[in-house]
């Protein structure tokens, strides 16, 4: 059974950091890429950063910068990190992943991956 398990989320305050972590099982064949999507109360799902195998990445404009994707084959785990955080209205972060030839930003952006985790809600407040 392919499972995707997200932690790390919850009540950060500003100023500090964050660091999700998404962990795969089940997976016969390693994903070709996998990515965080994001979504807030009220708006459209949106792709934060992808990664291939290969360790290509992709970062959404909105996003650049403060946040860094990385993954660790070993543990099968790809992490989110961001720091200095702004205060923001919650959000959940869902990691997904799909084992078609996507770049990372077609990932991101232009597609709707087959597999999903079950989110884990980010809120940055004092």
């Known amino acids: 059974q392919v499972q995707l398990v997200e932690s790390g989320g919850g009540l950060v305050q500003p100023g500090g950091s964050l660091r999700l972590s998404c962990t795969a099982s089940?997976?016969?064949?390693?994903?070709?890429?996998i990515g965080w999507f994001r979504q807030a109360p009220g708006k459209e799902r949106e792709g934060v950063s992808c990664?291939?195998?290969?360790?290509?990445?992709y970062y959404a404009n909105s996003v650049k910068g403060p946040f860094t994707i990385s993954k660790d084959n070993a543990k099968r785990t790809v992490y989110l990190t961001k720091n200095n955080l702004k205060p923001e209205a919650p959000a959940v972060y869902y990691c997904a992943a799909d084992h078609l030839p996507y770049t990372p930003q077609a990932l991101c952006t232009k597609s709707t991956p087959k597999h999903w985790g079950q989110g884990t809600q980010v809120t940055v407040s004092s």
């Open positions: 089940g997976f016969t064949v390693d994903p070709n890429a």
């Open positions: 990664i291939r195998y290969d360790d290509t990445t």
